[in-house]
């Protein structure tokens, strides 16, 4: 649709036509290929989180969380039950769908419904996803998840300015980057610049399609190696929507 401009010449935005209020993600079973997204169910997935999350032996992957990493599997479990069982945010596990065990853990959060705009954090995928398709489609499925199904208008990312291969894997999955908000928050006893990418519902189109094709079985050769980039596919293939 073109943009409205009002009685004055002035441009006055874009129109939302017939716009009714999304659905919160509550409650949510989100299938792929690779991995489900299902609901934290502390009980149930516990324990599997902690042998994964035991896996980064450096513990490197907490450094840009405000929480963890956890000694004990009970200091995981007081955190899930504290931190993963609410609305907002609202925590799934990821299940490898080959194990049939939880590798990582993802949420919704800054929901709002009415205004159609939803943020994925809390992203800890564990050693046994990282660098694996089921990483990439956990990311997809969410997004798609959010555009398609529950239609929302804008998708963020926000993470701290000095996690490198987070602002990496923003832009690789085909979000804009729109700035840093100077010491936005304090966590882990220092300040925090805080890095924003965003996807609007516009672009998903072009960027669902440049997903199915990088998850494609024939975009990985015997070894699991990808054939195509990601991140240069996805960028070239937005680069004329922005």
């Not at 405000?66 to 955190?79: C, D, I, S």
């Amino acid at each position: 649709m073109p943009e409205l401009y009002n009685d004055l010449g002035q441009p006055i935005g874009f129109p939302v036509a017939d716009w009714q209020a999304c659905e919160h993600p509550r409650g949510a079973i989100i299938q792929g290929k690779f991995c489900r997204l299902e609901p934290v169910d502390v009980d149930k997935h516990v324990r599997d989180l902690f042998a994964a999350f035991n896996q980064d032996i450096d513990c490197r992957n907490w450094t840009y969380l405000p929480y963890g990493p956890f000694a004990t599997e009970a200091e995981l479990r007081t955190w899930m039950c504290s931190a993963c069982l609410g609305d907002d945010p609202c925590f799934f596990s990821v299940i490898d769908l080959a194990t049939e065990k939880a590798v990582g853990v993802a949420s919704y959060l800054r929901i709002e419904p009415g205004a159609g705009v939803i943020e994925v954090g809390h992203i800890h995928f564990s050693p046994l996803m990282q660098g694996k398709p089921i990483s990439t489609e956990a990311m997809y499925l969410m997004m798609r998840q959010v555009f398609d199904v529950w239609r929302y208008r804008r998708y963020e990312w926000k993470c701290d300015a000095l996690n490198g291969p987070s602002c990496a894997a923003a832009q690789r999955l085909g979000m804009m980057f729109e700035g840093i908000f100077r010491q936005a928050i304090m966590y882990k006893q220092r300040n925090r610049d805080t890095a924003w990418y965003s996807i609007l519902d516009r672009e998903w189109p072009t960027a669902r399609t440049v997903f199915e094709s990088w998850l494609d079985v024939e975009n990985f050769d015997a070894e699991g190696r990808q054939k195509t980039s990601l991140s240069q596919t996805m960028q070239q293939a937005l680069a004329e929507l922005r």
